[in-house]
């Protein structure tokens, strides 16, 4: 319940969101390793979007779906907690792994030209490669969005979908990165 929170519109505010098959509560998934240093660095609001109902429980082209779903959901909360996207959103700033850097983008279409920064890590590849902007992670869904490529020789969205895009080490594969399946997740 949003009311028994501790959110404050005067902090940044940080939105994460997983991937296809993440959680919450993995403790190396974009969430638990985020929170954690956010908060040593400064007083924030972070909310984690977890969605893992929908993102394991079927099948990643029904994911594909339901994110649309997902993102719209989250723009009702948002326009909740910003009453209206008039109090703190200055410094709101969506970030997405994956299939989640997708739901970002699609949060930010619904809230066309106000959302401030979004970050897309790894965005998936399949089921978006051949999209149009419209259905997937793209420059205009926010003011400012900056994109990591670190996966695209597997299942990572390969193409330059941002004001600002990097490949590390070439973007295909990073060192030190073990392959598995729960690895791999897109």
């Not at 924030?44 to 429980?57: E, F, P």
């Not at 949060?107 to 979004?118: C, D, S």
């Amino acid at each position: 319940m949003i009311e028994s929170t501790t959110y404050n519109a005067l902090n940044p505010t940080k939105v994460l969101v997983h991937g296809w098959l993440g959680n919450t509560q993995e403790k190396s998934g974009v969430c638990s390793y985020n929170v954690k240093s956010y908060f040593k660095v400064g007083e924030y609001n972070v909310i984690c979007v977890d969605w893992k109902q929908y993102s394991t429980d079927i099948s990643y082209k029904v994911a594909t779906v339901r994110a649309k779903h997902i993102a719209h959901d989250i723009a009702k909360v948002l326009k909740r907690i910003t009453y209206d996207m008039t109090e703190g959103i200055d410094t709101l700033h969506l970030i997405g792994h994956s299939m989640g850097a997708h739901i970002v983008g699609f949060v930010g279409k619904e809230l066309t030209n106000q959302i401030p920064r979004i970050t897309g890590l790894d965005p998936a590849k399949p089921e978006y490669e051949d999209k149009g902007p419209e259905d997937r992670l793209y420059i205009t869904d926010a003011h400012f969005v900056d994109v990591m490529h670190t996966n695209t020789a597997k299942n990572g969205f390969e193409k330059s979908i941002g004001h600002i895009d990097f490949f590390p080490n070439g973007g295909k594969t990073q060192p030190g990165c073990k392959s598995s399946d729960k690895g791999n997740v897109f």
